[in-house]
Structure formats: structure tokens, C-alpha cells
């Protein structure tokens, strides 16, 4: 039964971010409640929890709010570290992969994918991803005119994960990327060509002729079978969160280059897209994770946590 203690990810079924996180949650074997989310805004029941921030997607322990997968998978590890996803001897590689992964060849597929469904993209969803890039046109007939180089482009990065696997095949294992066992490095690469799976596969599978290996080791990690999730209200979920508490966290703030100390009010915005300034009393500052304290009727005392690496801090 969910609780305080429960995760719950506030996701939708065609969301390759969420699926990062729900590969993550079956390899670990993970107990685990799901909010199905709107795929566009409005979601009126996230933005009390997450004070405005709309990417996808959110997971909520109790009172703890943690935005986008990098912070979600390092709580992930953090409360729950057996079975390992963070491979001794590859520190900190995980979340460079991630750079590359969740950055241009997160683009090249969502120019794939569009440019091939372009005919059949609802306006509604065209204007929501508009208002999420700032601004910018989402224009289906530019990416379905350039879908031939950026097929190229896609397959060329998918190649990648090949030479990788034939050199750890060479060496003895090659099973997964860095080694024997799946981890951080495998769940940043397998969104992509599951988003592909799911929305073109017919290229996805002209591209696996020549990738022997990456279609093993895609079928390898889309074999695991983890926990059914249970799938509650959004309602529900305010309610956990406002008969919670957040976890205890000493109030500090380790080097900062802005001279942050706790109490101090501020705002956190992702760099990239979907600018949406979160403002909050500082709790805790470090290199890899900024932790604010909201309060709000709906769900009252929250931490809403982010990642370091790819978000904007200011006084406000």
C-alpha cells in the first residue's frame, strides 16, 4: 500500500525520461506507485508539489520532491544502494554518458521520431512543446524534410554503443557497456533506442542489421521484469505528501561559488528548456544538488530537490 515511505513517479507511458527511470526501478527490483501525468500542461496536481517545474518526470517519497532523472537516480542509489546500478571504478561516468544521451542524441531522435509522425502531431501537443522549448518552433515539416540526414546522424550514434560492446566482448564480457552487470552508463543509453522501439521501429530494426551486439543488449535489459507499479490518484499523492514530513537534512552549504547560506531565498530554473523559475528557502547546497523548502496548502512543508549540473541558482 503506498505511503510516506512509498516512491511514486509522476509519469505518462510514452515518456522516454520516465522510462529511464522505470528500467532503473526494474533492475533494482524496486517496489514502486505510479501518478499517470498529462503528457501536456495544464497538470494542476504536480505544480503544488514541484512549485511550477513541468518536465517528466517527478518522483515523490512522502514529502521529498525530486526533479529530473539525474537527482532521481541518485536518490535511487543513495536510499536504495543493493543491487548496485553504480559501478565500482566508473564514478561520475554515468552522468557524462547522460550528457550526451539526454543532449544530442536525445535531439537526433526527437527529430526521427517527429519528422516520421509529423502528419499526425496534435496542435495542442505542438503548442505545448513550444511553450516548454521557450519559445521555439516545433516545426514537424522541417523535421520531417530533414529526417533522411538526421536518420544518419541517429544511427551513427547508435553505432557508438556497438564498438562499445564489441571492445567489451573482446575483453571478456560485453554483455553491457562497462561490464557484466547493467548500470547508470546502461540506462542513459537504452531511453533513446527505446523511444525509437516505440515510435519508428522500422528503422530502429534497419539500424539493428549491422548492430548485432546493441540489439542483444537491448533485449537483454528490456527483458528484466521488475515490480507492477500500483497506480494512484494525483490526489492521493498530494495527500501523502501533506500528512509527511520531509526527510531530515542538515541545513548547509558546502563551497559556494555565490556565497549561498540556508535560509536564504532562491530560485532554480533547468538551463536548457522548460524555464520555469522554482523559488524556495534554501536547505542545502553542494556541488550535485540544491534542496529548497516550499510550503504550500495543497501538500504544506515540501523539499523540492535538483540536480546541480544543468540548473541556474539566484537570490531572489
Known sequence: ????????????????????????????????????????????????????????PVMQIGADIFCDTAIILRE?????????????????????VAGWTDGRWFQASVAVIFGALADHVPEDFRKDREELSGGQAFDTAAMKAAAPMMRDQWRARLMLL???????????????????KPGLVDVHAYMNVWFMQQNVPDFLEQCFE???????????????????????SSTDA???????APRLV???????????????????????????????????????????QRITEEAETLHVHFPRAGYLVRRI
Open 1 to 56: 500500500m503506498t505511503d510516506a515511505r512509498s516512491i511514486i513517479l509522476h509519469e505518462y507511458p510514452t515518456s522516454p525520461y520516465a522510462e529511464k527511470i522505470r528500467l532503473a526501478l526494474r533492475l533494482k527490483n524496486l517496489a514502486w506507485s505510479r501518478v499517470e501525468i498529462p503528457v501536456i500542461m495544464p497538470k494542476p496536481d504536480l505544480m503544488p508539489l514541484t512549485g511550477g517545474y513541468r518536465r517528466t
Open 76 to 96: 535511487l542509489e543513495a536510499r536504495y544502494p543493493m543491487p548496485t546500478l553504480k559501478l565500482p571504478g566508473h564514478e561520475g561516468l554515468a552522468q557524462m
Open 162 to 180: 556497438e564498438e562499445r560492446l564489441q571492445g567489451g566482448k573482446g575483453a571478456g564480457s560485453g554483455l553491457y557497456l562497462i561490464g557484466t
Open 210 to 232: 549491422t548492430a548485432d551486439l546493441t540489439r542483444a543488449w537491448f533485449e537483454r535489459l528490456s527483458e528484466f521484469e521488475g515490480q507492477e507499479p500500483e497506480t494512484i
Open 238 to 244: 498530494l495527500r501523502i505528501a501533506k500528512h509527511a
Open 250 to 292: 542538515a541545513a548547509t552549504t558546502r563551497s559556494e561559488s555565490q556565497g549561498f547560506a540556508p535560509g536564504e531565498m532562491v530560485a532554480v530554473c533547468p538551463d536548457d528548456y522548460g524555464k520555469v523559475w522554482v523559488e524556495g528557502e534554501l536547505v542545502h547546497a553542494d556541488s550535485q544538488r540544491v534542496i529548497l
